[in-house]
């Protein structure tokens, strides 16, 4: 194996930022036909008796009639249960909501031990349930498509909100490069535009530490900017879309996780780019984009490291404080329509600019700057780096129009309770 993946699993130790990092995670394979040694891996874990492994069409077909086949033969005995649950993706794809939560809920039997065989959005509802259950869940990703599958977040559709719920990590994953490898090569790019998205999502973290004294930890961040290093030090592998680069892009999505279960939320991996491509996903701005996660973020992190060069380039005196007057609750309710209370309630109260001043951003312009400089590429930089590897790079790409960038960059800070350059701007003008 090139990367020593196994050494992730001693993450839980004390760190120089001086937390102890919860790492769940007992077991991790990553190899070619790692699917068989599922109830192996089950039985090791301990004295699990009701098994329900969860799935969609389309990855029962990849990874979950295989893995069902091996449990039965191997694992499945007298006094245990294997029940599976493929949910059928709807036309316009399978959404975690409280809907399809509600239809596994339904359907599910004895149960203490959950099994995703899936991409984002089966994990995503399968930790969900997991949480609500208090049962453990095992992740059997089928593509290397979005960074979630370590995490210790869910990112659900809720109410026709995008919400972000504190949910158990898995407590093993196993990850069969051939089935990652026969995933079509789109989520795969998409899952190459979700890493890239950890430039911004760094960058942003960065500078709330630097003005607000945010806790930061470089140990996270740097596990963060290995998966970036691995990522690029393979791009022409990526680019010619080599099976074996599947490996190191899943390699990069997995420390990003990891990254996000130490911390406990999505802060090193989520940033403004995220915040755009939710607000592309809420379909108030625009409907029923079809585009992928990561396809959205690649193409996000582009536009927002542009903007950020663009306002970092002018000088602290050019910049006059803007009286900020607090949130533009009109605006908010224009754009947000049904959803304006609850984006509201849930992720505007406070206001995360509450207490913040234009000047406390402007005494550390010369530093953010500096910061910009030393770790944040060019908008073109980041184009480049997504074209070069097949992934989707622009607005027009994903079949949305360039002018709606001006509303992305004005609405996207609302969507998530979380301080980002894009919403500090608010405090400034030229
Ligand atoms: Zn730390
Ligand atoms: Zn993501």
């Known amino acids: 194996m090139s990367h020593n993946i196994r050494s992730l699993l001693t993450m839980n130790r004390p760190c120089s930022c001086g937390k102890r990092h919860p790492v769940s995670l007992r077991a991790l394979m990553m190899e070619s036909g790692a699917l068989s040694k599922l109830p192996e891996t089950v039985s090791a874990l301990g004295e699990y008796k ?33 029940q599976s649950i493929s949910l059928s993706t709807p036309e316009g794809g399978l959404h975690a909501t409280e809907v399809t939560v509600g239809e ?37 990703p089928t593509a290397a498509s979005v960074d979630g ?63 607000t004294g945010e806790y930061v930890c470089e140990t996270v961040i740097s596990l963060e900017e290995d998966a970036l290093a691995a990522l690029l030090a393979c791009k022409d592998a990526v680019a010619s879309k080599d099976p074996a680069a599947v490996e190191t892009v899943m390699y990069g999505l997995l420390l990003s996780g990891l990254a996000m279960q130490m911390v406990g939320n999505s802060r090193p991996a989520s940033g403004s780019e995220h915040h ?35 306002l970092l380039a002018l ?25 304006a209370d609850e984006v509201l309630t849930a992720e505007n109260t406070p206001d995360p600019l509450e207490g913040l001043t234009a000047e406390a951003l402007l005494s550390h312009w010369e530093e953010l700057r500096a910061l910009a400089k030393r770790t944040l590429p060019t908008g073109q930089e980041i184009i480049a780096m997504l074209s070069d590897m097949g992934a989707k790079s622009t607005l027009t790409d994903i079949d949305l129009s360039e002018d709606l960038w001006d509303t992305l960059w004005e609405m996207s800070p609302f969507v998530r309770r979380r301080l980002t350059l894009m919403r500090l701007s608010k405090l400034v003008g030229e």
């Open 315 to 339: 000088p602290a005196q050019t910049l006059h404080s803007r009286s900020y007057e607090g949130l533009p609750i009109d605006r908010i309710q224009t754009v947000f329509a049904s959803r």
């Open 50 to 82: 009701h098994l329900v492994m969860i799935s969609d069409d389309n990855t029962y077909a990849a990874a979950g009639k295989c893995a069902e086949a091996f449990l039965r033969e191997e694992w499945l005995c007298d006094g245990r249960s294997l």
């Open 149 to 211: 599958f370590l995490s210790s977040i869910a990112a659900m559709t809720w109410h026709g909100v995008k919400r972000s719920f504190p949910a158990k990590p898995p407590i093993a994953l196993i990850a069969d490069i051939d089935v990652l490898a026969a995933a079509p090569y789109a989520l795969t790019a998409s899952g190459v535009g979700d890493l890239l998205g950890k430039y911004t999502a760094l960058f942003d973290w960065r500078v709330s530490h630097i003005v």
């Open 276 to 310: 755009v491509s939710h607000l592309i996903e809420m379909d108030v701005i625009t409907e029923d984009n079809p585009a992928l996660h990561g396809e959205k973020v690649g193409v996000a992190a582009a536009l927002v490291a542009d903007r950020y060069h663009k």
């Open 104 to 140: 596994v809920m339904e359907e599910m039997g004895d149960c203490d031990l959950l099994v995703a065989v899936g991409a984002g959005t089966v994990h995503d509802i399968t930790r969900y349930v997991a949480t609500q259950m208090g049962v453990d869940f095992i992740s059997v």
